[in-house]
């Protein structure tokens, strides 16, 4: 028995340490993939962990669910640039072009605690998913300043919801979620672009 929980322990950190780290970037997010199911992300509503079709984890919510996770930053975050980013799918694509349904991922700068006051709200730029059809995966972005007095970053998953267009059990899906701070936007830009 304890040589099964050293073992377990090891893969556990070496889990935690292998999602820490994207192209020698540190990634502020705890469990970006979903490989420890929920641990360090609060769900609301209908959200839910589940198999993906590359037969792995990811974050899966329906009719209006979502995920979020706060990040505690330190002083020296001010005027660094904040880079969200992760992959996303959606089962359900609208032949009108509305939004329900669509993987968006969305975000708060905010000063300390969990109730603390909001200095930024952060969306538009890519923040939505464009799939083209059903079950294809894409890429959503944003830059954003870090504004002085911001000790909390508040990421969210959610589904987007266009107004007369209600929710209808579709699934839009996460994975490769990534936070990331940079000292310039020009950098974060050339990350996000895989360069």
Known sequence: MPNQLVRLTILFLTIVANAAFVNGQTNLLKNPNADLQSQ????????????????????????????LQDVSL??????????????????????????????????????????????????GQNMLA?????NEWVTMSGIFPVPKGTKTIRFFLKQALRNG??????AARFDD??????????DARSFANGG
């Open 40 to 67: 360090f992300w609060r769900g609301q509503g209908e959200a839910t962990i589940e198999t993906c079709a590359t037969g792995n984890p990811c974050f899966v919510v329906r009719n209006g669910g979502y995920f």
């Open 74 to 123: 330190t002083n020296d975050a001010v005027g660094q640039y904040a880079l969200f980013v992760a992959r996303g799918a959606s089962g359900r694509i609208n032949p009108d072009g509305a939004i329900t349904g669509l993987p968006q991922i969305y975000g708060y700068m905010m000063e300390a605690g969990m109730n603390g006051r909001i200095l930024a709200y952060l969306q």
């Open 130 to 134: 464009a799939p083209s059809h059903e």
């Open 165 to 170: 267009v209600p929710h209808n059990g579709s």
């Open 177 to 186: 979620v990534g936070l990331y701070l940079f000292a310039t936007e020009e």
